[in-house]
């Protein structure tokens, strides 16, 4: 079974649902094989490098008040802790662009078993946990070099263009089929589930598909 799990790092109900997802595939890890593949999608393609405030970027967004925003952040805390990923407790201060780090999650695709998998979790924590800049390229080698990956190869993408023109035909294909919030699971390029549904919802659509062969 394939499965392309549409998301940005910046996002917290990609980390919510990709929890979901994980616990959802450990269940039916007997009965189910599964290749797990992240694909890029900007929720702020458009962010300067310097990033925004966070309170002041969702009230202009989505024009709700810093009040609403406390209580959607505990909300969001909450599901995080029922699946097993932790949030900060202040939050995060800022939101930022996050496209070099896809570049590198496109690069570590092609790295060996597991490894777009652990890059992937290294980035959300160190985002929603540790509340860093995914676009700092500092903080963004630190997360290779903890995972195994390459670390000088990796600054070498960094300090060039490599792999842009793949992560925004990427993002164009997933646009182009409707996909317009994440996180976005798609099954062998079929079945989509949108959001970070709980682990039984995953579960029981991965056994559904599975039974219709």
Known sequence: MKI?????????????????????????GGEIQ?????????????????????????SQKYGISPAQIAQNREAIRARGAAVGFEFS???????????DAHRLLHWAEGEGSGKQA?????????Y???DQNPSDHALLLSKV?????????????LASDEFTADVRQRQQFYLQQGINSVPAVIINDRHLISGGQPPEVFEQALRQIAAEG
């Open 34 to 58: 599964a290749e797990l593949h992240f694909q890029p999608f900007e929720l702020n393609p458009k962010m300067a490098p310097e990033g925004q405030d966070i309170t002041e970027h969702l």
């Open 89 to 99: 407790m202040g939050g995060r201060s800022r939101i930022y662009n996050t496209f």
């Open 118 to 126: 652990a890059l992937k979790h290294a980035l959300l924590s160190a």
């Open 145 to 157: 070099a903890q995972v195994g990956l390459d670390v000088e190869r990796a600054r070498a993408i």
């Open 128 to 130: 929603f946990t540790e």
């Open 4 to 28: 392309d799990f549409v998301s940005d790092v910046s996002c917290p109900w990609c980390a919510i649902g990709l929890k979901s997802l994980e616990t959802a595939l450990e269940r039916v």
